[in-house]
DNA sequence: ATTTACAATATGA
DNA sequence: TCATATTGTAAAT
């Protein structure tokens, strides 16, 4: 189940699966194009939800509302990571140590990283909030531009 | 089954 | 500043 989220940025696409919101892809970033065979009656709604959410991460704001996720793809391991990447608020970061702290393997930095290139829900699930340390930025995997875009729309300065 | 390469970090030289 | 060990995954051998 494929939709279409327009906002000033462009053209976003939501993928939902039964459980709820499965994949958003930046825009113009069409990735992969599976048979939507399927069709939840609860998506219109679910896409009602993530439109909004999704407007208010790019406005900079904190979403009051999420629709639900449905994170089944990934190891535990990355949906902790994710669950982790959700607690952050606008304007705030983390670096990729202290979530992995959060999630209680304080010594595997290095796997957050790759769970966060695994997140199949960028913006709403923050990864551009997550810098390496000392401020500085580590890599994306949609562009960098986003994430300083995005991180400079929540009024965080990169030093 | 083993080795590499990653969006990392702390430590020791 | 540079080398290295550590950690979870995926991709290559």
Known sequence: ????????????????????????????????????????????EWHKTTTLALKEIL????????PPLDLSCGTEFQRRVW????????????????????INHPRSTRAVGGACGANPIPVI?????????????????SGLDWKVKLLNREGIQLC
């Open 1 to 44: 189940m494929k939709l279409a989220i327009p906002t000033v940025d462009g053209e976003f696409t939501a993928h939902y699966s039964e459980r709820g919101l499965a994949q958003l892809d930046f825009a113009g970033d069409q990735r992969s194009h599976s048979s939507d065979t399927l069709a939840p009656a609860r998506a219109s």
């Open 59 to 66: 406005a900079g704001k904190n979403p009051a509302k999420l």
């Open 83 to 102: 669950n982790a990447l959700l607690k952050i608020r606008a304007g705030k970061t983390q670096s990729y140590g202290q979530v992995a702290e959060a």
């Open 125 to 141: 699930v923050p990864c551009h909030r997550v810098l390496a340390a000392k401020g500085r930025l580590g890599g994306f995997s």
